[in-house]
């Protein structure tokens, strides 16, 4: 077959405009996958980068919550809260964890969550290393009030809040002692009177505090009864009896440990005014019966069943006791009752002191004296002043001589009128003495 020049001339031109069109269909793909490219490896390279930044800025905040964390479960403070000489609350405070903390603002709220008193600049901020402790306790210009109570809060630069209450509050199961029993007992309101029939005695003032009580050693003719409230706490809703064989037993050690001294102290109906004698059970009420839910006072003092013979305990100095309350009755059901209440512990002690005075104003100056052998020999001491509701402050500290003798003076405290509590202590021996405030 015959092509013509003109033929094959058209068919060569249009296979040259062929490959040219085709050579430029393939550039312009390749520039375009080119572009598609670059314009996705910025923008995945600028989210990667997004992306990661994001995640460390997370991590970092991450990590400094964690640090926060840390450091604010790491702050421990101790709040001391005394009353300072013109009556205010002082506020000391004792840098315990494990980092140190700045203190950036105190409260003081009373009994009603009332604030009475915010404390921030320019007194506080105060900073205080681990251990730490304020130099001088922070006056919150707060008056304290006779039988008032009070809540101090410490607020941290992490924002930890610390709080304490003025009186100290102990927790219930540091004031009751519970047993299988319907019975349970205040152990704040174990306390002991003196039968003297005078000031002394403690009647005025409730009676003295059970934890330091006092042998017949150095007065055979003193003899002493103990009261404690109980409450009724009978799951059916029965009441108590009481029948003469409940006791309080005193176990008391003698020194070294080697024996034991017993003294059993029978439920009486309670004791005269003034305190010279003992009520017998039953002489002028039933016998004792608790309702549900009603605290009940009780006394124990006699050294038989159904008497008046008052009993002290016969041991020596520096010897510790524990008690132990051993109940019997019925049920206001006529179920017979039965229970054992354990005191925890306290001290025996045939030490003695005298005061000069047992009555006087504020400011007036007391003289403390006591023999030798009397208290441990060169050791701290101090003289407390306890008031209605069993607060004490420590009003003068001192040091025993060294055989063991005492003498030394103490400025009475200002006090609204009315009878108190002097306590000289070793820490160990304690002597109580009832102090009018005129």
Sequence with gaps: ??????????????????????????ISGLLSAIFLFAMLFTTGASYILFVTDSQFDLQESAK???????????????????????????????????TPIQVKQILVVDATSKILKDIRSPTLPITLNVQDKTVTPIDTNVTIQQESNYTVKAVTERGSLFSETYPEILPRYALQAESSGALTIDMSTFKYLKLTGNMQSGNSVGGYPAQSIPSDQSNSSLKIAFKIT??????????????????????????????????????????????????????????????????MTLYFGSRNALSTTGTNIDANGLTPFSALFTLTGVYGDSTLFGQTIPFPAGTVTDSTASLSATSGNSEASITVTAG??????????????????????????????????ISTSFTVPTAATGYYIVIVSDYVNSVHFTFRHN
């Design 372 to 405: 030798n052998n009397q208290f441990i020999a060169s050791t701290r001491a101090y003289i407390g002043w306890m008031n209605s509701s069993g607060t004490v402050n420590i009003i003068k500290t001192f040091t025993t001589s060294s055989q063991g003798g």
């Design 230 to 295: 109980f409450t009724n706490r009978d799951p059916l809703g029965r009441s108590v009896t009481l029948w003469p064989g409940s006791t309080v037993v005193i176990f008391s050690l003698t020194p070294g440990g080697d024996n034991a001294e017993l003294t059993t102290f029978y439920i009486v109906d309670g004791v005269n005014a003034p305190v010279n004698a003992l009520l017998k059970y039953n002489s002028t009420n039933p016998y004792a019966t608790i309702p549900v839910d009603t605290p």
């Design 64 to 98: 400094s919550a964690l640090q926060r964390e840390t450091q604010t479960q790491s702050e421990s403070i101790i709040i001391d809260i005394s009353k300072l000489g013109d009556g205010d609350i002082g506020v000391s405070i004792t840098n315990t964890g494990t």
């Design 1 to 26: 077959m015959r092509l013509s020049c003109n033929a094959i001339f058209g068919i060569s031109v249009m296979g040259r405009r062929a490959r040219h069109k085709s050579s430029r269909s393939g």
